[in-house]
């Protein structure tokens, strides 16, 4: 820790009246032990510097491997801006973080570096982009990056311990906290003095959770607990008339400025860009109030999913398992973001729900959605609401968007094993064994519609049987594709695996899908990846599934799926 730093620390902390052994004191508290957290028992020293690039994994999409640019700053943080991407989406992370690489590291490991979420221009300008982005670039050096400490071996913290933890809605601040509770590997996380809208649950291993002091020992400002903290306030702090800070964004809102004595909101934020008057050998610390988005200042709500409803044509029935019975009580904001994160994360298609999602007016959108189609990610900025009735709204017109009963989402809990009013679903398991079947008819149907290529459609006029096995009966269904200039249905099947070269590598793209949809016919709906990406039968057999995932856009189930499938076939050639 550098010396300028420890004075910089010093004199805030005077200036505050803030010092953790009387903290503790005064408050009959113990701090939790260092050995509880993922953290070097000695803070590792910061020797990037500011516009020094490396490589970093995108915070929305940690399989990405991006190039990030330095912005900031403090202490052994790191504030980084993902290159391509705008001040919106800053992250920060610990200098020995473990997902921090210098430039290099991803080809060296033969990965490929990706555009972030978001990436302001055509993914096609990429390689151009990355070159520009490099060329000439102050490029972070081996020695800056530190190893990351080990875990510890368990969950060894206990409920009234304190901690310094990062204010996750100002990611730039640390403050003093308590463990309010646990849960397995889970701890619940309290700032003291502050309102529960910045209170979180982490892992106890997190990396944004410190030991107390650690600020003092790295050089990295801490914030004084808010006003209502105990019994702990300091006279200095009260009567000081240089603790006044200003608002953040103050002189655009013309907001006025405000002192830590009637300051009742937030955490103070530390603001980029003003001045500080203190001597050259002492930090420049200015604070002002927080994004307050999603705070109490929203109504609360609480969202029931009622499971035995009836789930719509957007949503897989399987997955509304996943779901968890109610989202909130909490802030409109948060409840209306986490409910349709998943139902998109459980849709059909993730871009069916996204679409029914209306677009905020430029300026007013303060919730961001995302939703993969294709392989591409496609981001809108939705209206979070303030009062109950705008958001009462809201949910009437979703639900009919999604097709789903009036009670599975609802502010009223049915009551359990009562049969619903509205679709008439008398169990969970009555209605998945139902709505799996209807899928698995809906996947087949549209399965057997596709068109096959010229060279293997060889089939009769009149209706096809489909077989698929569902719930372990064989199943026959009726399906016909119609013909251009036809005015009656030609029924259209995929060729027999005899027809196609035994040797899977001469196979091609059509013999690929073909097979796929033999094979498994609930794979039907992505077999259009592998014409798109011109998968033939000797790609076929090299594909991984780090490559499906990466850069053909499947999900993890169907990827496991066509992982068998290949092993199958390989293992078919060397016999």
């Known amino acids: 820790m550098s010396t300028t730093s420890a004075k910089g620390w010093s004199y805030l902390q005077e200036k505050q009246g803030f010092s953790w052994e009387q903290y503790l004191k005064e408050n009959d508290a113990k701090a939790a032990p260092s050995s509880c957290f993922k953290q070097a028992v000695a803070p590792p020293l910061n020797d990037f510097g500011k516009m020094m690039k490396l490589e970093a994994n995108d915070p929305r ?38 997902d921090l690489h210098p430039v290099g590291y991803c080809e060296k490991h033969r990965g490929l570096l990706q555009p972030p979420l978001g990436f302001r221009m055509n993914s096609s300008s990429w390689p151009g982009f990355l070159q520009r982005t490099l060329s000439n670039a102050t490029l972070a050096p081996d020695s800056c990056f530190k190893k990351e400490p080990p875990s510890p071996p368990r969950n060894e ?79 200095k702090m009260m009567r000081d008339p240089e603790l006044s800070v200003s608002v953040s964004g103050s002189a655009a809102s013309g907001s006025p400025s405000i002192s830590p004595r009637n300051s009742q909101a937030s955490p103070l934020t530390p603001s980029s860009g003003e001045a500080s008057h203190l001597s050259p050998n002492e930090s420049a610390v200015t604070s002002s109030e927080p994004d307050t988005t999603g705070n109490d200042s929203s109504e609360k709500v609480c969202v029931h999913v009622n499971h035995n409803c009836h789930c719509g044509n957007l949503i897989q029935p399987r997955k509304v398992n996943q779901m968890p019975l109610h989202f909130g009580p909490a802030p409109i904001g948060e409840v209306l973001r986490d409910m349709v994160e998943s139902c998109i994360e459980c849709a059909v298609q993730e871009r069916q729900v996204f679409d029914v999602l209306k677009m905020a007016a430029p300026g007013t959108g303060k919730i961001t959605i995302t939703a993969l189609h294709n392989n591409r990610t496609y981001t809108k900025r939705i209206v979070s609401y303030d009062k109950v009735s705008q958001f009462i709204r809201f949910l009437d017109g979703f639900r009919e968007s999604l097709g789903c009963c009036e009670n599975f989402f609802s502010l009223n809990s049915l009551p359990q094993g009562r049969q619903c009013p509205k679709c008439g679903n008398k169990s969970s398991k009555t209605a998945n064994k139902r709505s799996d079947s209807e899928e698995d008819n809906y996947l087949v149907h549209k399965a057997s519609k596709r068109r096959w290529s010229t060279e293997s459609s060889e089939s009769s006029r009149g209706g096809v049987k489909v077989h698929k096995t569902v719930g372990g009966k064989n199943s026959t269904f009726e399906a016909a594709s119609s013909t251009t200039g036809e005015s009656s249905h030609q029924a259209a099947a995929p060729p027999p695996a005899s027809h196609r070269s035994p040797d899977p590598s001469d196979w091609s793209i059509e013999d690929v899908m073909n097979h796929i949809k033999e094979t498994d016919a609930g794979l039907a709906p992505y077999v259009e990846h592998f014409r798109k990406h011109e998968i033939d039968g000797k790609a076929f057999l090299l594909l991984k599934s780090e490559m499906m995932l990466k850069y053909m856009g499947l999900k993890l189930g169907p990827v496991v799926k066509l992982c068998n499938i290949i092993d199958k076939l390989k293992a078919s050639c060397t016999k």
């Not at 999409?61 to 800053?90: E, H, Y």
């Not at 003093?176 to 892992?203: E, L, S």
């Open 61 to 98: 999409n940690n399989t990405s491997s991006c190039i990030a640019t330095v912005i900031d700053m403090q202490g052994p943080r790191l504030r980084l801006r993902l290159d391509g991407s705008d001040d919106k989406n800053d992250f920060w992370r610990l200098v020995d973080s473990g």
């Open 157 to 235: 913290f206990q409920v009234g311990q304190k901690l310094e933890a990062v204010d996750r809605k100002n990611p730039a601040l640390i403050c003093p906290a308590t463990v309010g509770a646990i849960n397995d590997d889970q701890i619940h996380i309290t700032f003291d003095g502050w309102r529960g809208a910045f209170d979180y649950w982490c892992r106890y291993d997190s990396r944004d959770i410190f030991p107390v002091r650690w600020c003092e020992k790295s050089g990295h400002p801490l914030q004084s607990p808010g006003i209502k903290a105990s019994s702990y306030k300091s006279s």
